[in-house]
């Protein structure tokens, strides 16, 4: 049986179907017994848990939000409370399904033909294809809708990929990648399956990273990478359709801001529960409740938001400023409320131990990724002014 999150103070869980609801009590059970014991050490080893992607797909958390694949009918709402749970055991976790289901899959859900859905969406829902979605370059992050300099040009039946990628998660291990390059035919953006297997694709795996240690990004080299025609994206014909995809992502990624937010906060209420100084739990020291309660508004806000984003979602409503809003509220509170766990901690905020460090540490990367607090404020800036400021 679901049991409703003590942080959900107000039981906006209530928004979930019951059938909803039963996949969310499988899936807080297994995190809770066969992943949280092992994060820790992946982690700090900076290692992914393979052992994982199975079940998770069994568990159909790949394949809910699309046609071709989906179990049952469900609604965004529950999609985003995926993430929460994900993140609140992990944000890696989180980030790799995140990939998987959301940038990879939705790119081809989106992008794609219905021969290519048919293609690749039930083989990635199975996770027997294992999916990267390639846009950000070294030269190009928060300008990458005007700024990427891989280029696609066409010869016959084929394109020829050359250019580079940054940060690309999951791609040290994927199946397929999908490239999003310049056309040199039209200038526009295009999107490329690409098999990791296709000669001239090498993939680098980017070291000593200090956030999202567990999920395995890496630099992309693409040296007359041919692809045939089929294997381009045929309903992504400019950046607006990439901007499709990210506007469903940056709504996850909000979400699984407050499943991370959550997981910090859940141990902070615990350690100050038994760690006692000057006679007492320090929970009884006002200014200790000052540092939960600041934590629990920020969750409540944050959920607050984010579960009205996916209803937009569901009634059809829900545009790239509305997106943008959340990602760049939910991930700014995170941000303040990891770190109000950790003080609460005192030193042994900053050990992996005590459950409250990796969420401190993984709230950088989700603060940044998915369009930076910059970039999604400078969209809804946009919004509100009638003035884009982006240059
Ligand atoms: P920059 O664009 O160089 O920005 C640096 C700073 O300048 C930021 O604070 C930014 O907000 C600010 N800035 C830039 N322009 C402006 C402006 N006009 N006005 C105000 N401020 C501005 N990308 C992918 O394609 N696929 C992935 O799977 C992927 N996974 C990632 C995973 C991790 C862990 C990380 C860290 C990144 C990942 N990214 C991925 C890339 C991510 O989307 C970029 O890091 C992000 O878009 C920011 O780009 P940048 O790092 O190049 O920073």
Not at 43 to 48: C, D, I, L, M
Not at 235 to 262: H, M, P, Q
Not at 358 to 371: K, P, Q, T, V, W
Request: hydrophobic share 40%; proline share 3%.
């Amino acid at each position: 049986d679901y049991t409703p999150l003590v942080s959900d103070f107000y039981g906006y869980s209530e928004a979930l179907a019951d059938r909803e609801k039963a996949v969310l009590a499988d899936l807080r059970d297994y995190l809770e017994r066969d992943v949280r014991p092992i994060v820790d050490d992946y982690w700090e080893r900076a290692e992914f848990p393979t052992q994982i992607v199975k079940p998770l797909a069994e568990q159909g958390i790949f394949a809910m939000p699309w046609e071709e694949t989906k179990p049952f009918e469900n609604s965004a709402v529950f999609r985003g409370w995926v993430a929460l749970e994900l993140a609140r055991i992990d944000a890696s976790v989180a980030t790799f399904v995140g990939v998987q289901n959301g940038l990879a899959m939705g790119s081809i859900s989106i992008g794609g033909d219905e021969t290519q859905r048919r293609e690749w969406l039930p083989k990635m829902a199975a996770a027997d294809v294992i999916g990267a979605f390639g846009l950000t370059e070294p030269l190009s992050g928060s300008d990458s809708a005007q700024g990427l300099r891989t280029v696609a040009t066409r010869d016959g039946d084929d394109w020829i990929l050359n250019g580079s990628k940054r940060w690309i998660g999951n791609a040290t291990w994927s199946d397929i990648t999908v490239i999003w390059a310049k056309s040199a035919e039209d200038g526009q953006v295009k999107g490329f399956i690409v098999p990791t297997s296709t000669p001239g694709y090498t993939a680098t795996k980017i070291e000593r990273k200090q956030s999202l240690r567990i999920v395995q990004n890496a630099d992309i080299v693409l040296e007359n990478v041919r692809v045939p025609e089929s294997n381009r994206l045929q309903n992504a014909n400019s950046f607006r359709d990439t901007a499709k995809v990210l506007r469903l992502t940056r709504a996850e990624v909000a979400w699984a801001a407050v499943g991370n937010a959550i997981g910090a906060y859940e141990a902070a209420v615990k350690y100050t529960g038994e760690r006692i100084q000057f006679g007492k739990p320090i929970a009884s020291h006002q200014l200790v409740q000052n540092m939960l309660v600041k934590a629990l508004s920020n969750i409540t806000a944050s959920l607050g938001m984010v579960v009205r984003v996916s209803q937009l979602l569901d009634e059809g409503k829900q545009t790239d400023e509305h997106a943008a809003l959340a990602k760049a509220y939910a991930t700014s509170a995170m941000r303040e409320t990891v770190g109000l766990c950790r003080e609460a901690l005192g030193g042994n905020g900053i050990v992996l131990d005590h459950g409250v460090a990796r969420h401190m540490a993984d709230a950088e990367a989700i603060y940044s990724y998915e369009g930076t607090r910059e970039m999604n404020t400078l969209i809804v800036g946009r919004k509100i002014t009638g003035q884009a400021a982006f240059v």
